[in-house]
Nanobody, 118 residues
Framework: QVQLVESGGGLVQPGGSLRLSCAAS????????MGWYRQAPGKQRELVADITPTGNTNYADSVKGRFTISRDNAKNTVYLQMNSLKPEDTAVYYCNARANWDYRAEYWGQGTQVTVSS
């Protein structure tokens, strides 16, 4: 059974920080590209950041310089450090795992709400 469980969301003021965590089980974590996506009300789900098994990272232009994705293979966990948060960062954030050898091997977490408001 594959499970991706996000945590760390909540309410934060503009300019504040949050750290999201996603704990994975049921996969060989170190072989998967891990990503964070988000979906705001009325918007399409979009890639925020991802990180490959070798540690290469990719960020949406809107979060470059503010967010950092990292992974700890010993803990089967991927993180998203979010700094200098803006109201437009408000969304449900989803953890994603995908394998490059099998298009069917893609998994999603349940999502965690991030609200940036004063």
């Amino acid at each position: 059974q594959v499970q991706l469980v996000e945590s760390g969301g909540g309410l934060v003021q503009p300019g504040g920080s949050l750290r999201l965590s996603c704990a994975a089980s049921g996969i060989i974590f170190s072989l998967y590209t891990m990503g964070w996506y988000r979906q705001a009300p009325g918007k399409q789900r979009e890639l925020v950041a991802d990180i490959t098994p070798t540690g290469n990272t990719n960020y949406a232009d809107s979060v470059k310089g503010r967010f950092t994705i990292s992974r700890d293979n010993a803990k089967n966990t991927v993180y998203l450090q979010m700094n200098s948060l803006k109201p437009e960062d408000t969304a449900v954030y989803y953890c994603n795992a995908r394998a490059n050898w099998d298009y069917r091997a893609e998994y999603w977490g349940q999502g965690t709400q991030v609200t940036v408001s004063s």
